[in-house]
Every structure is written in structure tokens, then in C-alpha cells.
């Protein structure tokens, strides 16, 4: 069945530190989104990748999607203390009609 | 936020008795759907509802069931809960027709202990 393996599970920087976490997939993807769940919270929509090869950019978080559609990862450039929480991929299913999530990177950083 | 409310927030019930979560929406969004949360398994897809009375299963529906008789309300019932149903729940919602492609907006959640 189709999967989406999401690593790494756990990453611990210093404040200050450079963090990614990348998401691979067995399919080729339509599109790719990824959520942010702070501790304690709830998933929270970060953006959407659609296109091959494409880079978009939100402040110190840069998301990248592959050239083949197949894998994608997120960049985080100079963590800090409101970076905590876990980072989801998400790929639609291949009936389209749901999303399937990866089991998320958890970061967690130190000042 | 969108407007999504889950309730109970929290609820501790015994192993056997039965179980609904309500999750409401002010959207008016089509699509909703439950996940449950737990410890090394993200979120996982439990039952979703493109539309009143229209649902179907997703990637972890045994023991469960689900209901929307309104755009606006979707319940996740737990006919006889068990312990490993113990997790957190939450309720999601997406806009249009395009379903999964579409950002998916999350409740608050719920957290569920069956002892």
C-alpha cells in the first residue's frame, strides 16, 4: 500500500542550530502539504507543494519538493524556541480523496 | 482558526460502554474527517464525510462508526470502547471539491482514556 516515511522521529538542536526533516514517498505525489503541531496543540497548515522542483520560502522555513514528485523536506535555518513542536508531511491517497500523514519529526530546542 | 469545536475536551470512561465525540463546524466546509493521534503513529484516518450522510472508512475504522446528518455536525462513536482506543482525537475539515488536496483545518481535539 502507498506510504510516506517521514525522518527523522526526533531532533534535538541548539537554538541557534539549522534543522530538516524530510518526507519520502513510495508513489509519486500530486502535491505534498505540511503542518506544524506545537505541544499540547493541534496540526496547524503550514503550506502546499504542487509543483516539480519547486522551492518556496516562509521567513527562516524553506520547503522543498523533488524533481520526481517522489520526496520533499522542510529546512528550518537558525532554530529557536518557537520552532518546538512536530512537523507532518501530508500526501493525498491514491483514491484522492484523504490525506495520508507521516508520523512527523519532533524538534525540540535548547537555548 | 477556523471554527471548528470538539467536544468532550477530555473523557475518562471504562472499557465496554460507548463513546461519542462531536465535532462541529461554522464553516460550511463538505469535507470532514476524524484521526486519532498516538506515540509513533502520527495521525491515522479513522472515517471521513464528503457531504450529509455520505462517509466512508478510512485506514483504521474498526470499532468505530461515524454520522452526519448536518453539513455542520460529524460524530465518531465508539460502540464499546476498549483500551487500546485510549488516544487523542481530532476532527479536521477541508473547503472544496478537491477534497484531499485542499489544506485540511483541525479541531482542538479530543483525549480519550478507556480504562
Known amino acids: 500500500g502507498q506510504q510516506v516515511m517521514q525522518i527523522p522521529q526526533y531532533q534535538h538542536v541548539q537554538e541557534g542550530e539549522d534543522f530538516t526533516t524530510y518526507c519520502n514517498s513510495s508513489?509519486?505525489?500530486?502535491?505534498i502539504q505540511w503542518y506544524k503541531q506545537r505541544p499540547g496543540g493541534h496540526p496547524v497548515f503550514l503550506i502546499q507543494?504542487?509543483?516539480?522542483?519547486e522551492v518556496k520560502k516562509q521567513k527562516r522555513l524553506t520547503f522543498q519538493f523533488g524533481e520526481a514528485k517522489k520526496n520533499s523536506s522542510l529546512h528550518i535555518t537558525a532554530t529557536q524556541t518557537t520552532d518546538v513542536g512536530t512537523y507532518f508531511c501530508?500526501?493525498?491517497?491514491?483514491?484522492?480523496?484523504?490525506?495520508?500523514f507521516g508520523k512527523g519529526t519532533t524538534l525540540s530546542v535548547s537555548s | 482558526d477556523a471554527g471548528i469545536t470538539q467536544s468532550p475536551r477530555h473523557k475518562v470512561t471504562e472499557t465496554g460502554t460507548p463513546v461519542t465525540l462531536r465535532c462541529h463546524q461554522t464553516?460550511?466546509?463538505?469535507?470532514m474527517y476524524w484521526y486519532r493521534q498516538d506515540p509513533g503513529h502520527g495521525l491515522r484516518l479513522i472515517h471521513y464525510?464528503?457531504?450529509?450522510?455520505?462517509?466512508d472508512k478510512g485506514e483504521v475504522s474498526d470499532g468505530y462508526s461515524v454520522s452526519r446528518s448536518k453539513t455542520e455536525d460529524f460524530l465518531l462513536t465508539l460502540e464499546s470502547a476498549t483500551s487500546s482506543q485510549t488516544s487523542v482525537y481530532f476532527c479536521?475539515?477541508?473547503?472544496?471539491?478537491?477534497?484531499?488536496?485542499?489544506?485540511?483545518?483541525f479541531g482542538p481535539g479530543t483525549r480519550l482514556t478507556v480504562l
Open positions: 479536521a475539515i477541508s473547503e472544496s471539491l478537491a477534497g484531499s488536496t485542499d489544506t485540511q483545518y
Open positions: 508513489t509519486t505525489l500530486s502535491n
Open positions: 507543494l504542487v509543483k516539480s522542483g
Open positions: 501530508a500526501v493525498p491517497n491514491q483514491a484522492g480523496t484523504a490525506l495520508i
Open positions: 464553516e460550511n466546509h463538505r469535507y
Open positions: 464525510s464528503y457531504g450529509v450522510k455520505d462517509t
